[in-house]
């Protein structure tokens, strides 16, 4: 199984400025088949992007995703006020099990 | 747009099976995959398992011995039976659209096992 890894675990920062979310792997992930996910309390998780850097349907532009590998990046260029949240990494190519990042936390 | 409720008891006896619904609206399940999975307190979410419209299904090797995932087409619901349940399956369960990567997630619903 391959064991996602996020960093930082928390990520204090301000609106306006930028987010650099990091998700490395135990071992390569085919075909990069990773995504991220934002999660509120209470609410039900959100895909932002998957395949690494394809932005789902009404996704801003703000978040980016990028990398290849083992290491992959969120990032966020500017930081509205509803961004605060946990972000979560999933690997989809390292069949047959899929696995999650621990989260990062983006707080303000 | 599709919305998806987790539905099921709170509280699981240990040794006992938890059952889940997972109830779709806003689209047919019959033509996609759809995804449980779950977050045991202060740990990081676990892939369950999908099952395709068709019935076909593919298992998180390590909970397979004790899991089935089921559609019911006429009432658009997913179901998951976990037998044999200890503490270590008290987590908030989800359920989710699609197999790889998932673009529609419910809110969740917590179980606790205990006695």
Redesign the interface.
């Known amino acids: 199984e391959i064991v996602l890894t996020q960093s930082p675990g928390t990520l204090s920062l301000s609106p306006g400025e930028r987010a650099t979310l990091s998700c490395r792997a135990s071992q390569t992930i085919n075909s990069n088949y990773l995504a991220w996910y934002q999660h509120k309390p209470g609410q039900a998780p959100r895909l932002l992007i998957y395949d690494t850097s394809r932005r789902r349907t009404g996704i801003p532009d703000r978040f980016s995703g990028s990398g290849s590998g083992t290491d992959f990046t969120l990032t966020i260029s500017r930081l509205e006020p509803e961004d605060f949240a946990v972000y979560y990494c999933q690997q989809y190519g390292g069949s047959p099990v899929q696995s999650f990042g621990q989260g990062t936390k983006l707080e303000i | 747009q599709v919305h998806?409720h987790e539905s099921g008891p709170g509280l699981v006896r240990p040794s006992e099976t938890l059952s889940l619904t997972c109830t779709v609206s806003g689209g047919s399940i019959n033509n996609f995959y759809w995804t449980w999975?779950r977050q045991p307190p202060g740990?990081?979410?676990?892939?369950i398992g999908y099952i395709h419209g068709n019935g076909a299904t593919?298992y998180?090797?390590?909970l397979a011995s004790r899991i089935t995932l089921s559609l019911d087409t006429s009432k658009n619901q997913i179901s998951l039976s976990l037998r044999s349940v200890t503490a270590a399956d008290t987590a908030l369960y989800?359920c989710?659209k699609g197999g790889?990567?998932?673009?529609?997630?419910?809110?969740?619903t917590l179980v606790t096992v205990s006695s």
């Open positions: 998806l999975i740990e990081r979410l676990e892939w593919n998180n090797s390590s989800f989710a790889w990567s998932m673009d529609y997630w419910g809110q969740g």
